[in-house]
């Protein structure tokens, strides 16, 4: 049995007040560590957040061959020892984003297999963007026993012209690295513009790459050899999701709360709706303070977008919003077509939610929230799920925490620090401070 989270609602009272510090983006160190690949000499990642999907993404290098050292707040990366390129099944299949290897690794040894990831809760996940690149790359694919074993067909990837039907985040990512190493151009076109991505590019470029166009919809890539970072860190930026997140648990619990380090400009669709929705929001270079106001909370239609537009990664949170605020909107998620089966949760914890189809739910408010005992489904819903037993009255139980911890550092911590009530109970069924002491 997994941990799982003991939290007192608050019965509808904002009672939250301080000061709260965002962490470094998972999904940024997450491909820090496969750039890794990439260099001659070791890289050293800074920021990166102590959670288990960095810890899995470690444990996967190391399994391949590469040394990576503990230092405070990240990994000093060296992966001139790696000796083969056949991604463990075991290993992948918990983690998706250890698809963004495939490419560094196909680019660098000229073969590589995998597993194919298969489907999550959020959707069906599929790959045929990666496999449809690597084959315009000049590899060819077999795929037997549920694995895909690639080859470059000349012994080495030539750069390639790469249209994306879909913006896909890890693919942009992923062809990016792997056009560093293939000789010649690449031009990726319809990519996605995620803030990660550029900041990537930048450390990328700064250790020798040729990369233009990042943070657009067309990026270029003067490929041919491995990088060096002779020294240069990659700083993990603040992770844009938890920003989010903790804006919309401060615009409905907070009486001042104050998001810190992070950084307002990769977050600007979650400030205008939440400005527009009535929240006072106090803006500078790295803060975001999260006021109250004497108005009620108004209700607003989201829809999900790639980026700059409103994340699918704060959907979930969003609709917990909307179950305080005043009026009927609708949830439209966009991009991934099973990411809406957490609102049969919130609907027993007492929220009024008509589901519409697999893309769009009705959300009513404001109603009060009863505490429950719910499963925490994915990293992002567990959050919000977090966020609503915060809200409601009596106390609630989330399980599966393991998805919260993913993603999201000593949450509970961090989020007691400012007023929360939240205790972990471990495994085997002991309090976590308890443990600590013993
Ligand atoms: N798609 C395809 N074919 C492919 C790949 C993707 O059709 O080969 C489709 C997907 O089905 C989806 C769309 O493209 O409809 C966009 O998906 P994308 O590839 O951008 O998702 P991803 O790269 O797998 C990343 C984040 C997700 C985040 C999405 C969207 C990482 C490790 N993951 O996933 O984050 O939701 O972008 O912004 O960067 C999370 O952190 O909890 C998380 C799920």
């Known amino acids: 049995m997994d941990d ?3 939290v007192k609602g608050f019965g509808g009272q904002r009672k ?3 000061r709260i510090t965002v962490s470094g983006a998972k999904n940024s160190a997450l491909k820090a560590l496969a750039a890794g690949i990439l260099f001659e000499d070791p890289i050293v990642l800074q920021n990166v957040p102590q959670i288990a999907d960095i810890e899995r993404t470690v444990a996967l290098l190391t399994s391949l061959g590469a040394d990576i050292m503990s230092l405070p707040g990240g990994y ?14 075991e290993i992948a299949r918990k983690i998706r984003a250890s698809i963004v290897m495939t490419g560094p690794l196909l680019a660098r040894f000229g073969e590589v297999s995998f597993p194919h990831p298969g489907g999550c809760v959020i959707g069906s996940r599929p790959v045929d963007l990666f496999l449809d690149g690597f084959e315009r790359m000049g590899a060819e694919i077999h795929y037997r026993d549920d694995r895909y074993t690639i080859s470059a067909r000349k012994g080495k990837l030539c750069g390639a012209r790469i249209f994306f039907k879909n913006q896909t985040v890890t693919g942009t990512e992923t062809f990016m690295m792997t056009a560093v190493l293939a000789e010649g151009f690449t031009i990726l076109r ?3 513009c995620e803030p990660e991505i ?5 450390f990328l470029n700064a250790s020798g790459a040729d990369i233009k166009g990042a943070g657009t919809h067309t990026i270029t890539i003067r490929g041919g050899r491995r990088l060096r970072a002779n020294g240069i860190p990659f700083v993990t930026p603040p992770d844009r999701i938890e920003t989010g997140s903790f804006l919309v648990l401060a615009a409905l619990l907070g009486r ?3 998001i810190d380090q992070c950084d307002p400009s990769h977050v600007e669709s979650v400030i205008a709706y939440l400005e527009a929705a009535g929240v006072p929001l106090s803006v500078l270079d790295a803060t975001i303070t999260v006021g109250v106001s004497d108005k009620p909370l108004r209700s607003l239609d989201v829809k999900t977008h790639e980026y700059p537009g409103f994340p699918t990664d704060l959907q979930a949170p969003m609709a917990v919003f909307l179950t305080q605020a005043v009026g009927e909107a609708m949830v439209f998620e966009t991009i991934f077509e099973g990411r809406l089966a957490y609102a049969e ?5 007492g929220a009024s939610i008509i589901p519409l189809d697999q893309h769009r739910i009705l959300v009513k408010g404001p109603t009060p929230l009863r505490g429950r005992e719910v499963e925490s489904p994915d990293l992002r819903a567990g959050l919000a799920f977090l966020i609503a037993a915060m809200i409601a009255e009596g106390e609630s139980v989330i399980r599966n925490v393991y998805n919260i911890d993913r993603g999201h550092e000593r949450i509970e911590e961090r989020l007691n ?3 929360a009530d939240i205790v972990r109970v471990k495994a085997h069924g002991v309090v976590a401070e308890e443990v600590v002491a013993a």
Request: aromatic fraction near 6%; avoid cysteine.
């Open 198 to 202: 550029e900041h990537l590019a930048n």
């Open 256 to 258: 001042e709360v104050v």
């Open 16 to 18: 939250l007040r301080g």
């Open 4 to 6: 799982y989270f003991r």
């Open 417 to 419: 620090a400012v007023g």
């Open 345 to 349: 949760e919130l609907r027993r914890m």
């Open 190 to 192: 319809n990519a996605a």
């Open 76 to 89: 000093a990366v060296d992966t001139a020892k790696i000796g083969t390129s056949e991604i463990p099944s």
